[in-house]
């Protein structure tokens, strides 16, 4: 994540524990959009979704022992890399409405691994009602309980109160909390069989739309590095990590309307990604 200091959660959130945050400074948030795009608004909007993965990683930090520092191929993906590859990628939806029951090839670990980077960095993992769901779906089971305690203290209300909801992960009335996250590609970089590591490079908004917002929408890249475990007939999470980018160039695009962001969000649904 761009917040002008390095930031990245590893080891299946060993090391510290420790983030930099810098929180947003009051002002217009839909302001003139050339404005925006200095390098000072994107410090500042990008601090939610800092804050919201860097909260996971805290809450799963007891796996210090593992490593999630991989290293991929020296060479160039083949042609045919994100090619269909005609298995179905999914079998169902769980109750949550997680995709599930992935194929147990690398394919699989692939899709599980992009499904549930979307599931990990939404808002619906904000909400106290809807957590354990997320949870339970995408974690080994053998994680759970400690996890779930862990992420209940993490985001208590003032964690939540930091990025403007309230202690049910609801936004003000008129506004809408955005956080959607859409993977761009996926890289296994390691596999076994029962075992995959699966590296998912992401692009996302996040932020708060209304007109009195002080995290207004943006959008942020970065890349979630994820172990996965066949277990119970299905890939889960053991644990993941982050860290920023890679990152292209920002466009000269108009920034929308805060209306048009809300709409946005309720009008257009999201997908299940497969390879």
């Not at 930099?20 to 909007?45: C, E, K, M, N, Q």
């Not at 974690?139 to 964690?159: H, I, M, P, T, W």
């Not at 277990?231 to 920034?255: I, L, R, Y």
Request: proline residues 5%.
């Amino acid at each position: 994540m761009s917040l002008g200091d390095d930031h990245e959660s590893s080891g299946g959130y060993g090391g510290t524990g420790q983030t930099r945050t810098r929180l947003p400074d009051s002002g217009d948030a839909f302001g003139d959009p050339r404005r925006r795009s200095s390098s000072r608004s994107l410090v500042t909007v990008v601090g939610v979704v800092v804050l919201l993965i860097a909260a996971i990683a805290f809450a799963n930090r007891g796996d210090g022992d593992q490593s999630s520092s991989t290293e991929g191929s020296s060479g160039k993906p083949d042609a045919a890399a994100t090619a269909p590859s005609g298995q179905r990628p999914v079998k169902s939806k769980s109750a949550a409405g997680i995709p599930s029951g992935f194929a147990q090839g690398q394919e699989g670990a692939e899709s599980a691994a992009a499904n549930y980077a979307v599931v990990l960095v939404s808002a619906d993992i904000l909400k106290p009602a809807r957590r354990p769901e997320i949870v339970r779906q995408v974690f080994d089971a053998g994680k759970v309980a400690e996890l779930e305690r862990n992420l209940d203290q993490v985001y208590s209300k003032a964690f939540l109160g930091k990025v403007g909801l309230d202690e049910n992960g609801e936004a003000p009335k008129g506004s809408t909390y955005v956080s959607r996250t859409m993977p761009v590609g996926t890289k296994v970089t390691d596999f076994s069989g029962s075992t995959a590591t699966v590296e998912v490079w992401c692009t996302g908004v996040f932020g708060m739309t209304g007109e009195s917002s002080q995290n207004p929408v943006t959008n942020d890249w970065f890349t979630m590095t994820l172990q996965l475990r066949w277990t119970d007939g299905d890939w889960k999470v053991d644990s993941f990590s982050q860290k920023e980018g890679p990152a292209p160039v920002n466009g000269d695009n108009k920034v929308s309307t805060s209306e048009d962001i809300s709409k946005a969000v309720e009008e257009f649904g999201g997908f299940t990604y497969a390879r």
